[in-house]
Nanobody, 119 residues
Framework: QIQLAESGGGSVQTGGSLRLSCEAS?????MAWFRQAPGKQREGIAC???????TTQNYLKARFTISRDNDKFRLYLQMNSLEPEDTAVYYC????????????????WGQGTQVTVSS
C-alpha cells in the first residue's frame, strides 16, 4: 500500500495563504485532497490524474489549486485567500481507479495536516 505524508499545515489569519504538500512512497496515478472540519463529513477539494488533468470543487476553484510533481512523488495544494471556514484537517488520498471528489474510491490516506484560519 502506498504511504502518504502531508505537511505544510498551520495557523494563518483570514486572507492568508498556505501550500500543502503530500509525499507518496511511490508513483500513483490518481491523487486527491480532502478536508474534514470538526463535526462534518470529509469533503473533496480537488483530484488530479497522472499527467495533469484536474478537477476542483467549483466553490473552491478561485482560491485552491492542485498540482503534482511526478518526479518527486509529490502532490501540492496551494490555498489562497483563506477563510475561517477553511479550518479543517486536510488529507491526501491516492490509489483510486478514477479522479473522484468522493472519498470512497481511495484506498490510501495520509494522517492529515491541520489548517487553522483565524479571523
Amino acid at each position: 500500500q502506498i504511504q502518504l505524508a502531508e505537511s505544510g499545515g498551520g495557523s494563518v489569519q483570514t486572507g492568508g495563504s498556505l501550500r500543502l504538500s503530500c509525499e507518496a512512497s511511490q508513483y500513483t496515478y490518481h491523487m486527491a485532497w480532502f478536508r474534514q472540519a470538526p463535526g462534518k463529513q470529509r469533503e473533496g477539494i480537488a483530484c488530479i490524474a497522472g499527467h495533469g488533468p484536474a478537477t476542483t470543487q467549483n466553490y473552491l476553484k478561485a482560491r485552491f489549486t492542485i498540482s503534482r510533481d511526478n518526479d518527486k512523488f509529490r502532490l501540492y495544494l496551494q490555498m489562497n485567500s483563506l477563510e475561517p471556514e477553511d479550518t479543517a484537517v486536510y488529507y491526501c488520498a491516492a490509489t483510486s481507479p478514477e479522479c473522484s471528489l468522493e472519498p470512497t474510491p481511495y484506498i490510501s490516506w495520509g494522517q492529515g495536516t491541520q489548517v487553522t484560519v483565524s479571523s
